[in-house]
Each structure stands twice: as C-alpha cells, then as structure tokens.
C-alpha cells in the first residue's frame, strides 16, 4: 500500500469516527434537553442562571475588587477635600 492511499485510508477513517461522535452527542444533547424539560428547567431559567453566574464572576473579579477599592479610596479623599 503506497503511503498516499495509507492516508487516505487513515483520512476516511477519522471522518467515520468524527461522524459517529457528532450523532453520539446529537443524542446526549436530545437526552439533556429531554432531561432538563421533565425538571422545568426552561431555556429562560438557564438563561437566568448564566446571567446570574457571570454577574457574580464579574463582581468576584480580582479587576473589579481592584478598582472598586481604588475608587471607594479617591471618593474619601475627595470628601475629605471638599471636592466632591
């Protein structure tokens, strides 16, 4: 067997097996939403959900802890200045 018709050989094989995953987990994804609607879990809830979650990642974040105190900071030395 040439080493082109190997490949391609090898080729074929990895477009079978990428082919069986994706309906593999076209099911898994059937089987969840089948899951999450018997549960009431709505798209709207998880959207809810994400939004909440990403909020709280957002107010936790090392950046935003960072500038919050450096702008409480300022804000009292403005006071204490009259500036403000």
């Not at 309906?23 to 709505?42: C, F, M, P, R």
């Not at 990642?57 to 030395?77: G, P």
Request: charged share 25%; glycine share 4%; proline share 1%.
């Amino acid at each position: 067997m040439s080493s082109i018709n190997f490949l391609l050989l090898l080729c074929f094989q990895l477009e079978e097996e990428i082919a069986t995953l994706r309906s593999v987990l076209d099911a898994k994804i059937l089987e969840a939403g089948e899951l999450k609607q018997k549960l009431g879990i709505t798209p709207l809830v998880e959207f809810k959900d994400d939004f909440k979650h990403g909020i709280q990642v957002i107010k936790e974040s090392e950046t935003l802890v960072f500038v919050a105190s450096f702008h409480s900071v300022h804000n009292e030395t403005f006071v204490l200045f009259g500036m403000r």
